[in-house]
């Protein structure tokens, strides 16, 4: 049975004891080896080939491939644009801030144009806004 499967074995009969590999191993073992490096000799290009391809287009396409890195640092680009401008707005108001505090001319203006407050000798006139003219009707 064992002679059909493998050829080159044979059963061992009951109770002895086997010993070193035989010849006919041996030979099994080195025609095994042959035919991997036959195949890896036919095939071994085309599988690197294969497997270079894959690992360009990993680093093109992959989760932390050269796409989505220019993705990321376009997205950081914009967040430091808005970081900047937010910083130049937050020092004007800071600057707005020190002269609400400090510059009477800027009190007296906001006092006149926002609470409508006067000298005792000044007259307020409020004019009524203006009002936006009709829009011609529509042409049928």
């Known amino acids: 049975m064992y002679s059909r499967l493998l050829p080159g074995f044979r059963r061992a009969p009951v109770g002895t004891v086997q010993g070193p590999p035989t010849v006919a191993r041996k030979g099994l073992k080195n025609s095994v080896e042959e035919r991997a490096r036959n195949i890896l000799g036919h095939y071994g290009r085309h599988l690197l080939i294969i497997f270079v391809v894959v690992l360009v287009v990993h680093d093109i396409f992959g989760p932390h491939g050269y796409l989505v890195m220019r993705r990321k640092q376009q997205e950081i680009q914009k967040v430091n644009e808005q970081i900047d401008k937010l910083n130049k707005e937050n020092t004007a108001l800071e600057q707005n801030v020190k002269d609400l505090k400090t510059d009477p001319q800027t009190i007296r203006k906001i006092a006149r144009e926002e609470l409508g407050l006067a000298k005792p000798d000044e007259i307020i006139i ?8 009709e829009p011609p009707p529509a042409k049928p």
């Open 126 to 133: 409020k004019l009524p806004a203006p009002t936006p003219p």
